[in-house]
């Protein structure tokens, strides 16, 4: 299971952090990732980082803002989240790739939702201009 926290109400140009806690399947875990559902949009890649190593993609749209980090120890991954922007409001889902191997790019495959076995609930966050 996937637990996703840290969400909330923030103006812009403030900051969040958001924590993804993973219990019961964390043997079967590769890669974990965040993505994010604005309203009416679809959902869109934020980030990814290898459970092993030091391996992270970012999306364009968040690169220098945001910095996804994980604790192996706590079997969680953080995203934290600087110079927020409204465009940044959404439902942030954590998920996790099971599978190890890439074919292709590296980004393009981290970077699609069903490359991820596994979903967290939704936190949301909130940016007031």
């Known amino acids: 299971q996937l637990q996703a926290s840290g969400g909330g109400l923030v103006q812009a140009g403030g900051s969040l952090r958001l924590s993804c806690a993973a219990s019961?399947?964390?043997?079967?875990?590769?890669?974990m990732g965040w993505f994010r559902q604005a309203p009416g949009k679809e959902r869109e890649f934020v980030a990814v980082?290898?459970?092993?190593?030091?391996?992270?993609v970012y999306a364009d749209s968040v690169k220098g803002r945001f910095t996804i980090s994980r604790d192996n120890d706590k079997n969680t991954v953080d995203l934290q989240m600087n110079s927020l922007k409204a465009e940044d409001t959404a439902d942030y889902y954590c998920?996790?790739?099971?599978?190890?191997?890439?074919?292709?790019?590296?980004?393009?495959?981290?970077?699609?939702?069903?490359?991820?076995?596994?979903w967290g609930q939704g936190t949301l966050v909130t940016v007031s201009s």
């Open positions: 998920a996790v790739r099971s599978r190890l191997g890439v074919q292709g790019s590296l980004r393009m495959v981290l970077a699609s939702e069903r490359e991820y076995n596994t």
């Open positions: 980082i290898t459970w092993r190593g030091y391996t992270t």
């Open positions: 019961g399947l964390t043997s079967s875990i590769n890669y």
